[in-house]
């Protein structure tokens, strides 16, 4: 069994930034990923990162301006976003599971945290 909890979810000015954490507890050696939903829409793939951190993949609409990274000595895994658009407004979820895969088929899910980009 794997407990995921996000933290460090806001409000921001279009432009800034924000970094988003994500700790584990159980067993932890999984893919992490960051998907989000915005109101009304479905939840969308954002980044993933593999166990051992040495690959990565993320959606066309952050490339460039996201970085996912993990710290596996703290079960954490961070989103760095940059150069944030109103249109990143969302809830931001944490996802583990055994498969390093852009789809939500991810089998732990934290509750998700709120990033409001303001324009």
């Known amino acids: 069994q794997v407990q995921l909890v996000e933290s460090g979810g806001g409000l921001v000015q279009a432009g800034g930034s924000l970094r988003l954490s994500c700790a584990a507890t159980g067993r932890t050696r999984y893919a992490m990923a960051w998907f989000r939903q915005a109101p009304g829409k479905q939840r969308e793939f954002v980044a993933t990162i593999s166990s051992t951190g040495g690959s990565v993949s993320y959606a066309d609409s952050v490339k460039g301006r996201f970085t996912i990274s993990r710290d596996n000595a703290k079960n954490t895994v961070y989103l760095q976003m940059n150069s944030l658009r109103p249109e990143d407004t969302a809830v931001y979820f944490c996802?583990?599971?055994?498969?390093?895969?852009?789809?939500?088929?991810?089998?732990?899910w934290g509750q998700g945290t709120q990033v409001t980009v303001s324009s």
């Open positions: 996802a583990a599971g055994v498969v390093f895969t852009t789809t939500p088929g991810y089998a732990y």
